[in-house]
Each structure stands twice: as C-alpha cells, then as structure tokens.
C-alpha cells in the first residue's frame, strides 16, 4: 500500500496546483483555504526571513494530490499560542539545541480545525503512518529535533496519539448558539448577576456617544481596512512592543480575495473610526481573531470582541463562536472552556520521556481547571 503513494515537501503553497488544493481540502474552514496561505506568503508573513518557512506536505498517488498538511520549519516559537519556551531552555540548558522545529499549523492562529486533509477516496487510516514515517525521516535527514500539530481535531489528535505521537491539552473559551432566537433569550438563560452585568456592559458604550456598526467583506471599504490595520499596530505595540505579525498587504489581500469569510465589527466616536474587531466564518461558526482601537472606551473591547459576534452568530443561525485564545473573563459572559489539543514528536528519547510525563500531569491541571471553570458559568441550572 504505502508503495502507491510519494510524500514530497513543497517551499511554497504556489507549488501546488490551487484546482488541486481545493479539491482535497473541500471544507469551508476559512484558515485552510487556499487564498489564506498565499496570502501569508505573498505578504512576507510566512517565509525563511520571519522564521516560517512554508514547507507543506503533500501526498502524491499517480501524480495526482490525495492528501495535504500545512507545514512550516521554524527557528523560533512565536506566534503558535501553544507555548513550548520551556522545552526549548531545558534543551538550551542540556547543551542541545531545539530549533530548527516542523510545525504543522495555521500561523498566527490559535483555532482548532482539521489539520490533515484527504482526498474523499483515500482510507485516511491507513494513510496516517505514512506521513508520520515521512516526517520522522525528514527530521532526520535534516537534523530538525521535532514536529507539532498545533489546535488538530480531537479524532486527528487520538489518532496520532495511539502512533505514539505525544498528546498535549489546553483550554479555550467557545459561546454555543442554543438556537436563541435574540441576544435577550440568549440574556434570559443567565442569572441575574451575570445577565445584569452584561446589559450594563452593553449599555455603557451607547452612554459613551460610541457607535458600533457591523460589516460584512464585500461592505468593508480600504479607508476601513487601513484603519483597522493602524489600530492593530497600535494595540500589539501597547500589548507585545512589536507592530504585530501580520502587514496591511496581508489584511487588504484577504478583503479582496476572501472577503465572504470576512465580518468586521466597526466603532466610531464623532464620526471618526476609533476601533474594530475581525472576524473570520463559515457556514457553522464564527472565529474572532483580530482587535485594535487608538482610544479607550469603557467596555468596548466586551461589546466589539464578544457581544457583537454573539449577536452575529444568533442572526445568522451559527453554531459556534471562536473569540480566541485565552482568557478567563470570557466565562462570565457565556463562554463555555473547551479542551484543544495538539500532539509532539520529540526525537531525543530522554527528552520525549520527559515531555510525555509533564504533558500528562498537564492534562490533570487541564481537566481539573475545566471542571472549575464550568461551575463559574453564568447560566441558570437546569
């Protein structure tokens, strides 16, 4: 069987066929698609030069693509939202070296989808390890001490788990759409204090003469997207003291290329842009990425980060909302913690022991951190 089949490395999401691509890939998922990618790449966000040097693997049958996975190789950690900065000093203070690292994800994106992609005649399980032997052998040859899939789906994530291929957890926040007709039935399973607290909330940005306004792609305008971008720079300059890791040519070419799996929500003070929050979506949730402002407003980042895209979700019959990697206020506001996953092969044998045992005590943390969070959940009991 694995004779049939050639895993081939690629330099650049152009060295692939886009007819092909979207045949394999065949989802909605917004991430994956194949305008994201290059325009990561045509950006300059995803090259050698910033340290993700596409490295995408495909699976070959027949000269024909039959299954694919965003790859990257990586001298650094930034930007991948599931933190390893520890594994990296313990081999720093071994003597060894951690980085060059393969990293199978979606930069800059801490969003949990389907990771690995196959063709719909493919048995994908006979098909998983094949690409982990490739990945192993090319860790090898190129003297690469690991491999990470970041934020897979559970099943993908189990699967790998049983090749003996690590498993890490963590914790996100996701509001689910209980089919409320409004964003007051949605208010009514709460309790009080909590549904008190966000009316409050909502209602002290219309105090403030704040406008907020929602825009779908094809409604967003460039004076807007270059807004949006300066706001951007100036809240990863205030949070992180860089200008963030993605430029104004990434964000107009997604408007223009992608602008269906794009929602921006807008807020204006006097007239004038003050600060805007975007969304990516599908046809069944809804994932909040990206927010800036150049001024403060009481409550503003709730109303534009959380309120306005349950609102969009209820409107708009989706399932699920993403709002983004952590953040424990988020509970109080009907957020729900959530288990993600991502999986670690480590070719040091001590080292890969040792990774194994702390991402098991981890996941005792992890579990006991969901089930106390659950409880702090603002809805009425049933």
Not at 344 to 354: C, K, R
């Amino acid at each position: 069987m694995s004779q049939q089949f050639e895993v081939q490395f690629v330099r650049s999401i152009a060295e692939i066929p886009k007819q092909q691509w979207n045949r394999v890939v065949n989802t909605d998922y917004p991430f994956i698609q194949y305008e994201f990618l290059e325009a990561l790449e045509l950006s300059g966000a995803t090259t050698g030069d910033t340290g993700w040097q596409p490295f995408h693997l495909t699976l070959v049958r027949d000269a024909e693509l039959v299954a694919l996975m965003p790859l990257y190789l990586k001298n650094h950690s930034y930007g991948e939202y599931v933190f390893d900065f520890q594994w990296a000093n313990a081999y720093h203070q071994s003597g060894l070296e951690y980085y060059p690292k393969l990293v199978s994800s979606i930069p800059f994106t801490p969003v949990s989808g389907q990771r690995i992609y196959f063709d719909s005649s493919i048995n994908q399980e006979t098909l998983y390890p094949i690409i982990l032997k490739a990945l192993k052998q090319l860790c090898t040859t190129n003297q690469v001490q690991s491999w990470h899939l970041l934020f897979p789906q559970q099943e993908e994530s189990h699967r790998l788990k049983a090749l003996s291929v690590c498993q890490r957890t963590g914790v996100q926040y996701h509001w689910m759409n209980k089919q409320y007709l409004n964003f007051d039935e949605f208010l009514g399973r709460c309790n009080k204090k909590h549904r008190n607290n966000m009316k409050r909330e909502r209602r002290r940005v219309l105090q403030q003469n704040v406008e907020v306004e929602l825009y779908e792609g094809p409604q967003i305008t460039d004076e807007m997207w270059r807004s949006f971008y300066y706001f951007y720079q100036l809240t990863y300059a205030k949070r992180s003291g860089h200008d963030g890791y993605l430029n104004q040519a990434f964000f107009e070419t997604i408007g223009k290329v992608m602008p269906e799996k794009i929602v921006m929500s807008v807020a204006r003070f006097q007239n004038e842009m003050v600060a805007a929050s975007l969304f990516f979506r599908d046809k069944q949730s809804l994932y909040g990425r990206y927010w800036g402002c150049r001024a403060e407003f009481d409550c503003l980042h709730f109303e534009l980060c959380y309120y306005q895209g349950i609102d969009y979700c209820i409107n708009h019959r989706l399932s699920l909302f993403d709002a983004g990697a952590q953040g424990e206020h988020k509970i109080q506001r009907g957020f729900q913690p959530v288990k993600t996953y991502s999986n670690h092969f480590i070719s040091h044998p001590l080292f890969s022991d040792a990774i194994k045992k702390f991402t098991s005590e981890e996941l005792t943390h992890v579990n006991e951190l969901i089930e106390q969070l659950t409880e702090r959940l603002p809805y009425k009991s049933t």
